[in-house]
C-alpha cells in the first residue's frame, strides 16, 4: 500500500523542540523529492521545507535556521528536526511525496506554554 504515515507531534513549550518523522512505504522512496507541509487553523497549507532525492534542500523563510529536514533511505523516513519553537509554528505538519497528490494524514504540533 502507498501511503505516508507521520509521527512525532505534541505539546512543546515555547523554545522546545521536536522531531516529526514520516514513514514510506509502497514505493521507491529514494527517487523521489520530499516535502514537509504545515497548516495552522484557519491558514491555508504552507510549504515548509523540501529535500530533492540526491539531498538538495530549501527551507521557508520563516523556519530558517530553526528546523532541519533530513531523510534517510535505507529506512524510507523523512525527519523535520523543529528547535526554538515559537507558538506560530502550532499547527498541523503534513509529508507530501513531491509533485504527487500523496500525503500523509498528519500530525499535530502545539507550541504553547
Known amino acids: 500500500q502507498v501511503q505516508l504515515v507521520e509521527s512525532g507531534g505534541g505539546l512543546v513549550q515555547p523554545g522546545g523542540s521536536l522531531r516529526l518523522s514520516c514513514a514510506a512505504s509502497g514505493f521507491t522512496f529514494s527517487r523521489y523529492d520530499m516535502s514537509w507541509y504545515r497548516q495552522a487553523p484557519g491558514k491555508e497549507r504552507e510549504l515548509v521545507a523540501s529535500i530533492s532525492d540526491v539531498g538538495g534542500i530549501s527551507y521557508a523563510d520563516s523556519v530558517k535556521g530553526r528546523f532541519t529536514i533530513s531523510r534517510d533511505n535505507a529506512k524510507n523516513m523523512l525527519y523535520l528536526q523543529m528547535s526554538s519553537l515559537r507558538p506560530e509554528d502550532t499547527a498541523v505538519y503534513y509529508c507530501?511525496?513531491?509533485?504527487?497528490?500523496?500525503w500523509g494524514q498528519g500530525t499535530q504540533v502545539t507550541v504553547s506554554s
Open positions: 507530501r511525496r513531491r509533485g504527487t497528490s500523496l
